[in-house]
């Protein structure tokens, strides 16, 4: 079966389905926004972390021209004060456009019989292939949009001070009536954890299988030795959006009453407009790190100890699979996508979603415990090996063969 692959920014794990394709001979094309030429890569020596796997990139497709312009209405002083700007900088104007230019790839092509495509930018790409009557795979990587909804409205509640960080959902908006929309073409549905299968209870009526394919972790690597640490304090990270969806108040709450325990590195940028004077005061307690490439994120994992995400929805968190295989323990809640993936006590902890109390106890208990610090160090590791990307692309060969 010939399938063409389609996502907005060719992030890991859409390029680890195309590379699964690819290896087994079913890769029609690969359809993305930016591509970054060989000759390019070459020349400016971006070549050291390859955007696309080499299998992959005889299958690019890019449709640059919108996001090209999207980019330069947020970063050109002289664009941003267009009439315009607002519009052609708009993101979910870009996702939509992108949609209807692989819609028309669809019904061009020749030999393709399925189509995957991923949320928000797969309506129109569906309704191509429908018409010809391909199949029709769907990555749901998140939670479905009404339990984030509800997780969003309760937590407005909740944490009032930090609800000018939290994304705005409306019922009868267009976004959302769109994802319903998706879900209702797709004849296979992929989620990349439990939580996002049990999420979709809350959809109407949908006729897609559901399977459930856990993202893969990079190689992994040495972390630094216990002897790097600095005044022995337990050295904690957060590497994440910075926004109460990922459950900051309740890591800024922790730290209170660690100081001389552990010592918090922050990585991230704002992703709301809005002031937050909670979350100004959060990062100005700690160590603020942003706008740093993959590799400085690596890199600052490596001097680290262990990675706290206290998230409040997440389909499986890419950075948590990232820090283990950096050697890091975890602490994180359920509500990340790893519970029941890992081992509570094993490669890290599972606290209560919205407990500060427990996450200030954990890390209590691994800053007193050098020898159960470094074993859930080991054993993160370990954990990364055996559930690689190659492990992934496996079980997506599979899916797709049960399609056909």
């Not at 359809?31 to 070549?47: D, E, I």
């Not at 930018?121 to 029709?136: I, M, Q």
């Amino acid at each position: 079966m010939q399938v063409l692959v389609s996502h907005f920014t060719g992030n890991p794990n859409s390029c680890a389905v195309a590379q699964a394709l690819a290896e087994a001979g079913s890769l029609e094309a690969f359809h993305t926004t930016l591509v970054v030429p060989v000759w390019l890569r070459r020349l400016t020596g971006a070549g050291a972390r390859r955007t696309f796997p080499e299998v992959v990139e005889p299958f690019m497709k890019s449709h640059a021209s919108r996001e090209l312009l999207r980019l330069a209405c947020r970063s050109v002083p002289g664009l941003r004060r267009l009439p315009l700007a607002g519009r052609l900088g708009r993101l979910d104007q870009v996702v939509r456009w992108f949609d209807g230019e692989v819609s028309r790839a669809v019904r061009q092509s020749h030999g393709v019989q399925a189509v995957y495509a991923y949320m928000d930018a797969a309506e129109h790409t569906f309704l191509a292939a429908r018409e010809r009557g391909l199949r029709t795979i769907y990555e749901l990587p998140t939670p479905y949009w009404r339990f984030t909804r509800d997780v969003v409205r309760e937590e407005a509640g909740l944490k009032p001070e930090w609800a000018a960080t939290l994304p705005v959902m409306e019922d009868g908006s267009e976004a959302m009536l769109r994802r319903d929309r998706e879900l209702q073409m797709a004849d296979v549905v992929v989620v990349p954890s439990e939580l996002v299968r049990e999420s979709l209870k809350l959809a109407p009526s949908f006729r897609a299988r559901v399977h459930v394919v856990p993202y893969g972790c990079p190689e992994p690597g040495a972390p630094t030795s216990p002897a790097a640490r600095t005044q022995c304090s337990l050295r904690v990270l957060y590497v994440g959006s910075l926004n109460q969806g990922k459950g900051l108040s309740y890591l800024a709450e922790a730290m209170s009453g660690l100081e001389g325990v552990a010592e918090l590195t922050v990585i991230g940028s704002r992703t709301a407009d809005k002031p937050c004077a909670a979350l100004d005061a959060f990062l100005a307690a700690h160590r603020h790190r942003a706008g740093l490439s993959h590799a400085e994120v690596l890199a600052e994992m490596r001097q680290h100890d262990v990675l706290v995400l206290p998230t409040l929805y997440e389909g499986l968190a890419l950075v948590l699979l990232e820090a283990m295989a950096c050697g890091l323990a975890v602490v994180t809640t359920p509500h990340s996508g790893l519970e029941g993936v890992i081992q509570d006590g094993q490669e890290g902890f599972v606290v209560p979603v919205r407990s500060a109390e427990a996450i200030r106890e954990r890390l209590k208990q691994l800053a007193a415990d050098e020898t159960m610090l470094q074993r859930m160090r080991s054993a993160a590791l370990s954990w990364s090996s055996e559930h690689s990307w190659q492990r992934f692309r496996e079980q997506i060969r599979q899916v797709v063969a049960e399609v056909s």
